[in-house]
């Protein structure tokens, strides 16, 4: 299986904040990575897929980068709505695999 | 715009079979691929299976024992059961929508907490 770390677990930002999360993949996952936002009690939404497209509909603060190993998930401007639990998930193999989490939180 | 919706017994007990359907509406339920995912309480995500709208799956090996997902495509719905059943499957099972097998899920449900328990 492929093992996906997130870091950091949780943080702590304000409204206005660069905001930037990372995905390490235990092996190579070429762009075959998407990022998903879940708040408390509701299903996750997918914000970006193939690493660094932006899903329809999503704001543009949100953006993904990366191949290979490492990606990253960067909001540009926190907004008060952003804070969220955020999970990558890699699609280059199966089993399908998550990241931990990474809870963002107002500081 | 697609809806995915859960439905099923929010309780079962031990060594029972958890059994959930997913009805599709406002899509269609061909050419895609539509998968169970599950999260147990303040933890994180874990994909269990896919099913192509012909009927291939594909399953995550730590559950393929215990899981059989079909679908049927005539009621736009597909199902999920999972045997003998502990206190480490009790979840919000969610079931979503892939574009392809190798794919992100870009349409999820609201998901249906199971407890297991006697």
């Known amino acids: 299986d492929i093992q996906m770390t997130q870091s950091p677990s949780s943080l702590s930002a304000s409204v206005g904040d660069r905001v930037t999360i990372t995905c390490r993949a235990s092996?190579?996952?070429?762009?075959?990575l998407s990022w998903y936002q879940q708040k408390p009690g509701k299903a996750p939404k997918l914000l970006i897929y193939?690493?660094?497209s932006l899903q329809r509909g999503v704001p543009s603060r949100f953006s993904g980068s990366g191949s290979g190993t490492d990606f990253t998930l960067t909001i540009s401007s926190l907004q008060p709505e952003d804070f969220a639990t955020y999970y990558c998930?890699?699609?280059?193999?199966?089993?399908?695999?998550f990241g931990g989490g990474t809870k963002v939180e107002i500081k | 715009q697609v809806q995915l919706q859960e439905s099923g017994p929010g309780l079962v007990k031990p060594s029972e079979t958890l059994s959930l359907t997913c009805s599709v509406s406002?899509?269609?339920?061909?050419?895609?691929?539509w998968s169970w995912i599950r999260q147990p309480p303040g933890k994180g995500l874990e994909w269990i299976a896919y099913?192509?709208?012909?009927?291939?799956?594909t399953y995550n090996p730590s559950l393929k024992s215990r899981v059989t997902i079909s679908v049927d495509t005539s009621k736009s719905q597909f199902s999920l059961k999972l045997s003998s059943v502990t206190a480490a499957d009790t979840a919000v099972y969610y079931c979503?929508?892939?574009?392809?097998?190798?794919?992100?899920?870009?349409?999820w449900g609201q998901g249906t907490l199971v407890t297991v328990s006697s």
């Open positions: 979503a929508r892939q574009p392809a097998a190798m794919y992100y899920f870009d349409s």
């Open positions: 406002g899509g269609s339920i061909s050419n895609y691929y």
């Open positions: 099913i192509y709208y012909t009927g291939r799956t």
């Open positions: 092996q190579t996952i070429s762009s075959y």
């Open positions: 193939a690493a660094s």
């Open positions: 998930q890699q699609s280059y193999s199966t089993p399908l695999t």
